[in-house]
């Protein structure tokens, strides 16, 4: 069983890219390595209406997901975004933990 370094609901810093130093929860992760995080890389989509499925046209603003090598854990002790590792504990169970002062980040 592999353990994603990244979790939905997880809170995340963007570190690259037009929303650099944003940060967000992560709504959803894609199979093809991508994240949807909550109010970043919002951007204008025109739409058409379409009245059988009741949707109204015109210009929405929505998120778009962002290449997960382009946003690191938010790591709340440090107030920075944090690399992450993969550890066992002793009874077993796989936890992510903080590169940086080695906390875990599932409790």
């Known amino acids: 069983m592999a353990l994603n370094r990244i979790k939905k609901g997880d809170e995340v810093i963007v ?8 940060r967000g929860t992560v709504l959803r992760i ?6 949807l995080i909550e109010n970043v890389n919002v951007v204008k989509k025109h739409q058409k209406p379409n009245p059988n499925a009741g949707v109204q046209g015109g210009i929405i603003e929505k998120e778009m997901p962002l290449e997960a090598s382009n946003v690191m854990l938010y790591n709340p002790v440090t107030q920075k975004g944090d690399r992450v590792g993969v550890r066992k504990l002793e009874d077993g169970k796989k936890v992510r933990y903080f590169k ?7 409790i």
């Open 30 to 35: 894609f199979d093809d390595e991508r994240v």
């Open 100 to 106: 940086s002062n080695g906390e875990v980040v599932d």
């Open 15 to 22: 570190v690259a890219g037009k929303d650099k130093g944003r």
